[in-house]
């Protein structure tokens, strides 16, 4: 390889290829079955955050509710893991057996209609991804045709962020309330609540999460992508280039959003439940700021914000669990007004020339130049 | 060349007939009736706030209509989207330069290549040797193309401005329509300009709005001279500019 087609492939492969090591091989090996469980929750975040490079950084539409759509997945999933595991002889007790111990509580005494599909993990599988896409279009398409953006958009996706949350803490019979979907045993006959089971679920939530970020990278790396970016600068160019934006935008928004289901997912399967408390105001926001944190013009950068923050807030929560809150809010703050680009810029303007001085002996890379290839 | 004379009803491109927009009960344009024919090259004057830029906007969806009717090749426009006047043979140039900053020159014009403009066309799009070689080929027409990687961003107002027209170029447009093509340009940038517009009118109709008067006698071939939202006086630019009420509105100053 020359030394230019070498320079190429390092620019677009190293931080993909760095996060591959450490996820596949550093963490499994440094940590115990507990702390790399708790990555792989931290790392089911990092779908939601690719979804929010992609409609956020890219194409300027801010959403304040990922949160759900990643509920929405996790709920998938719950459904049919709970299904399995109320078989009629574990639920001999209840006073109608076959059916979840909540239903049973809540005086229900068939399983709903919209619970029958989850018996099938094909439809399952399917669900995880079109659930949340569905409603993503529905909101999307009806605010995009419209020509509602920015400010008004994000109130909007935090307003049925905030009914939809009450809806599944409301319809308890239905949802598990506000416990949520709990007690979740084994998947397709496998018991997901072994070490051996977690390992197992951390390396495909590893796989899948790289696999996620090479299709986010080919829709950012294809015409589509520079579209996007075209609407975030110029809408109105864009359009008045023969494009139909909202069509752009309600495919970008399904996109981050069944991007957000599969992460939920994850999350459900090495969590072991789901509940609204996972998918509020107040975590999609916080999904926000893991994605602002990394830096939400880069894939890798994201999924890194998603592990840091993450793992700080664990560390942090336990030993000063009030000043949390406050500690995350001003890291937002202060990342929003010194590093804008979040620490994905800072690799790029710092560490990326540094290297390939020291690798390729270049001079200083002007600052523009740097700036222009965020995309990793 | 465009021809001056009596109007053939085939030869028409675009009608605008009875057009009024209101806003707020201020008619921006009233009761406008315009006739562009294939080929023509119309320029439109007229003093601040004669509702110059609306027209240019109801032709290409950006305000709609009041009342009246806009025909493009025969289709009505009034009820059509941007996207759609756009892929009928509209094209549009902004009054400020209106391009992608975070994209390189060659970018821009690839956004702009008319192919693969549904979602998941523009994710199968591929740079092929015939969408390089137009780019090539638009690249030197607006004097781009030594900085076909530049950021859009850095380039100069005029570059910008020339860009522009370039986006608008490659869709091969029957109707181009330039907001002040020449604002903000240097001296030098406006004769390149002046030469580049000359060499685009050809096969295709353009409206342009200028304020520059020289600019416009070097090339206007027809002038319609707009007075608070209707038309005032319509000829050659020598004939208008002798016209005493045109004289007493715009160019007496």
Request: with cysteine; net charge neutral.
């Amino acid at each position: 390889m020359n030394k230019l087609s070498l320079r190429s492939f390092a620019s677009n492969w190293t931080g993909f290829i760095l996060l591959a090591l450490l996820l596949l091989v550093v963490f499994p090996a440094a940590l115990d079955d507990f702390r790399l469980n708790l990555v792989g929750k931290y790392l089911s975040f990092g779908f939601v955050v690719l979804g929010l490079v992609l409609c956020w950084g890219y194409t300027g539409i801010l959403s304040l509710g990922q949160g759900i759509f990643f509920g929405l997945g996790g709920y998938c999933i719950a459904m049919f893991l709970k299904l399995e595991a109320s078989t009629p002889e574990n639920t001999a007790i209840q006073s109608t057996p076959g059916i979840p111990d909540f239903m049973d509580w809540n005086q229900l005494t068939e399983l709903p209609f919209f619970w029958e599909p989850f018996h099938s993990f094909a439809f399952t599988v399917f669900a995880i991804m079109a659930v949340p896409a569905a409603i993503a279009f529905i909101l999307a398409y009806a605010m995009f045709k419209r020509r509602v953006g920015g400010v008004y958009f994000a109130i909007i996706t935090q307003a049925v962020t905030a009914v939809l949350t009450i809806l599944i803490i409301g319809q308890q019979g239905y949802t598990g309330g506000i416990n949520g979907i709990t007690d979740l045993r084994t998947l397709l006959g496998w018991d997901i609540r072994t070490d051996e089971a977690h390992n197992m679920l951390y390396f495909i939530c590893v796989v899948l999460l790289l696999g996620c970020i090479l299709l986010g990278r080919f829709v950012l790396k294809s015409k589509l992508g520079r579209i996007l970016v075209a609407i975030r600068d110029k809408e109105e160019r864009v359009r008045f280039s023969g494009y139909d934006v909202a069509n752009f935008k309600t495919f970008v928004f399904c996109a981050a959003a069944a991007l957000a289901g599969v992460g939920g997912a994850m999350f459900t399967l090495q969590v072991g439940f789901m509940s609204p408390t996972i998918i509020g105001i107040v975590p999609s926001i916080e999904m926000v700021i893991f994605c602002a944190l990394g830096g939400r013009l880069s894939l890798i950068g994201a999924v890194a914000g998603a592990l840091i923050v993450n793992a700080a807030k664990t560390t942090f929560s336990e030993m000063f669990p009030e000043l949390w809150l406050f500690a995350m809010g001003g890291l937002f703050i202060a990342v929003t007004l010194f590093f804008p680009r979040g620490l994905a810029g800072v690799v790029y303007d710092y560490v990326v020339p540094f290297l390939s001085k020291v690798f390729f002996g270049d001079k200083k890379t002007p600052p523009g130049q740097v700036a222009a290839k965020p995309a990793e | 060349m465009p021809h001056i004379g009596p109007v053939v009803e085939s030869d028409i491109l675009l009608a605008l007939e009875g057009v009024t927009v209101s806003f707020d009960g201020f008619k921006a344009v009233n009761d406008l009736s315009l006739y562009i024919q294939k080929g023509e090259l119309r320029v439109i004057i007229g003093p601040n706030g004669a509702g110059k830029t609306t027209v240019l906007d109801l032709i290409c969806g950006r305000t709609k209509v009041s009342s009246g009717s806009i025909q493009f090749k025969e289709t009505e426009v009034t009820k059509l989207k941007e996207h759609e006047i756009v892929r009928l043979g509209i094209g549009r140039k902004f009054q400020n330069p209106s391009i992608y900053e975070d994209l390189t020159v060659l970018e821009n014009l690839e956004i702009s290549y008319p192919k693969g403009r549904g979602v998941f066309g523009a994710l199968g799009f591929r740079r092929t040797a015939e969408v390089k070689e137009r780019i090539n080929e638009i690249a030197e027409m607006i004097f781009l193309k030594d900085h076909l990687d530049t950021k859009a961003e850095i380039l100069s107002h005029g570059q910008k401005q020339w860009l522009e027209i370039g986006m608008l170029l490659i869709q091969d447009p029957e109707l181009l329509m330039l907001d002040e093509p020449v604002a903000g340009m240097s001296v030098a940038e406006r004769v390149k300009t002046a030469e580049l517009l000359n060499r685009i009118i050809e096969g295709r109709a353009v409206i342009v709005i200028e304020h520059d008067m020289k600019f416009v006698e070097s090339i206007a071939h027809k002038v319609t001279v707009l007075h608070q939202g209707k038309v005032l006086a319509e000829g050659r630019m020598d004939v208008v500019q002798a016209d005493p009420k045109v004289r007493e509105v715009y160019l007496g100053h």
